[in-house]
């Protein structure tokens, strides 16, 4: 990369000014959509159990509603890649210094292409599954591989799934390990965070992801260059 995260961290922070009052509670409303299902599976749906003290076994005390579940499970994966791809499209506004609208972030998932989007998050999940198996870091280095997807689908739209996999593993060649050491310097803030009940996160959140979309930009532009126009004398 040709700039140091200091760099990236410290234009994510001033990109944020006078936008957290939109990008936060845009994020607790993309969150709470994508973790609705999951939420109402594991309290209302799920079998129940409880421990046996004597034996220190748990014993089934009410099977739930394994249709239900497998539903939720549907729905979680279908309402959390339709919200990353909303997500993306508002921190990419953020990066270009625009105040992303509640409206059309919340809805853009749902109404660009959706169908593509559910295949890439199908296709590069499944791919990091399989890759996991063999061992933890494969799945490490593969998650940054395929990481540009999503972003690569609002900045291409005629790009279809597979195309946007095949993208990111050639884009980010030679930069996971930049991407990495990125995500790796807001560690200490996020441990920090827990000691505020998770309140911290809320600033932290945007700022990282703004970063790693300005990381991401000028990944985009090494790849993409815009050409040279010449003014010609007549």
Known sequence: MKQPNSYYKQEAKSLMEGKYSVVIPLTLIL????????????????????????????????????ALVYLMSLLTFVLGALIAYSTVRMFILVAQNERPQFEPI?????????????????????????????????????????????????????LDAADAITKSKDYTMGKKGSLFYLDLSYLGWYILGIFTFGILWFWIIPKHQTAKTLMFNEIYEEKNPKPILIDEEV
């Open 106 to 158: 919340i809805k853009v998932g749902f109404v660009e292409k959706p169908i593509r989007t559910l295949v890439t998050a199908f296709l590069s999940g499944l791919y990091i599954a399989l890759w996991s198996l063999l061992f933890i870091i494969p799945g490490i280095v593969k998650t940054y591989a395929y990481s540009m997807s999503i972003y690569l689908l609002n900045k291409e739209p005629e």
């Open 31 to 66: 969150g709470f959509i994508a973790g609705l299902p999951s939420f109402l599976s594991n309290n209302f749906f799920a079998p129940k159990r409880e421990i046996n003290w004597e034996t220190f076994e748990f014993i089934l005390v009410d099977p739930g509603y394994p």
